[in-house]
């Protein structure tokens, strides 16, 4: 599996951005958004319980992102139809402001390392990665345990300090003083 400090890989993804007859699809590659912080992160399957969950809750949490130079970029190994319907189709998904990238051929999630060993779908990884390409942080859970989205914030929020920062640390308080 890459970790912190791999270059996030390269890739070049058909993408839902969008709901709106003709503006549905877009090719999203790891330089769409060069020189922001990005936050990737993966979900198993479309038409699934707890992925809509984090989905949604990414999306609720979008300018959140946004005001940290961010931008969320969502996938998994279904295809950029299958996303489409999803939103189409699931009230909480229908105005979602991020991409849902379709890594249908595997390639990006293989790469990675982070295709579950016998479901063949990728496992709910997430990716800070930094305006030079960089991952920073990772952190992948199982297929039955969705994740934080408070604690991904919190994480870049720490990540975007470049001092050291303590357990438990939140935007606002001391980090201990030194750099990196």
Not at 83 to 107: F, G, I, S, V
Not at 170 to 177: D, F, I, N, Q, R
Request: proline share 4%; glycine share 6%.
């Amino acid at each position: 599996m890459l970790t912190v400090g791999s270059k996030f890989p390269a890739f070049s993804l058909q993408s839902v951005v969008s709901i709106d007859k003709g503006k549905e699809f877009q090719v999203i590659t790891e330089q769409t958004y060069a020189g922001k912080w990005q936050v990737i992160f993966f979900w198993p399957m479309d038409f699934t319980f707890i992925c809509p969950t984090e989905i949604a809750e990414f999306g609720r949490r979008n300018q959140d992102f946004a005001d940290r130079d961010a931008q969320v970029l969502g996938a998994s190994t279904d295809t950029h139809f299958v996303h489409l319907a999803w939103r189409n189709n699931h009230p909480d998904l229908k105005a979602l402001p991020y991409p849902m990238l379709a890594d249908t051929k595997r390639e990006l999630s293989t790469e990675l390392g982070i295709l579950h060993k016998s479901e063949g779908v990728a496992l709910r990884a997430t990716y800070i990665v930094d305006p030079e390409g960089v991952i920073r942080w990772v952190n992948v859970n199982d297929l039955s345990v969705g994740r934080n989205v408070d604690e991904v914030l919190r994480v870049l929020d720490a990540l975007q300090t470049d001092e050291l920062c303590p357990c438990n640390w939140k935007k606002g308080e001391a980090t201990l003083g030194a750099t990196a």
